[in-house]
Structure formats: structure tokens, C-alpha cells
């Protein structure tokens, strides 16, 4: 079992970035995928950016390829979610996720955080 721990959201204007922080405990940290994912008010949770256990393969979504870039930290147990030209669309709250196998459906995942809110003035 592994627990997770998202910091860094605030409010920002459009244009600027965000660095979000997911931290991990427990279980081997390099064992699992870690996946990103936000939620709007009224919308369904949708899939941002996810990774492999190695780090090896990265996966965004459309709409944040090139903004956003999703990296790990084995030696602090921490995924991060480097987000750049934020866009007042990029509002939503943000879940970091975990599973043993990388997915793009946030059905998939095993073990999640509280979530960061992110809100983007336009």
C-alpha cells in the first residue's frame, strides 16, 4: 500500500506556472506508476499526464502536451507536475494516483490523494 500527499496548488494568473508536489509513503515508491489527473466543478475527473514505474515512458493528455511535464524524484518519493502557460481551462482540483502499470483511466488506479486545488485568473 502506498500514500500519497499532493501540495502546490494555488491561484495563479493565466500565462503563469505551478509546480505540484505528490509525495509518497509507504510501499516501494519505484514500484508504482504515478498518474495525474483533475477535476473541474460540474465535470467528470479526466486524465492529465502519467508515467511509468521506471520513468521511462511519459504520457500526457492533449491538452497539456508541451505545458505540462510530469517527472519523479526516487531518492524523495515524490512525483512532480511542472505546469507552464497555464490557461484559465487548467482549473480544477489535482489528484495524484498510483497503480503498478501505467493507465490513462483514472478507474484504473488503486490509491490516490486528498487533491490541490489549481485555479487560473484569467
Known amino acids: 500500500q502506498v500514500q500519497l500527499v499532493e501540495s502546490g496548488g494555488r491561484l495563479v494568473q493565466a500565462g503563469g506556472s505551478l509546480r505540484l508536489s505528490c509525495a509518497a509513503s509507504g510501499r516501494t ?44 524524484d526516487y531518492a524523495k518519493n515524490t512525483a512532480y507536475l511542472q505546469m507552464n502557460s497555464l490557461k484559465p481551462e487548467d482549473t480544477a482540483v ?24 489549481v485555479t487560473v485568473s484569467s
Open 94 to 117: 489535482y489528484y495524484c494516483a498510483a497503480r503498478n502499470r501505467v493507465a490513462f483511466s483514472s478507474t484504473s488506479y488503486d490509491y490516490w490523494g486528498q487533491g490541490t486545488q
Open 29 to 72: 515508491f519505484s514500484s508504482y506508476a504515478m498518474g495525474w489527473f483533475r477535476q473541474a466543478p460540474g465535470k467528470e475527473r479526466e486524465f492529465v499526464a502519467a508515467t511509468s514505474s521506471s520513468g521511462a515512458s511519459t504520457f500526457y493528455a492533449d491538452s497539456v502536451k508541451g505545458r505540462f511535464t510530469l517527472s519523479r
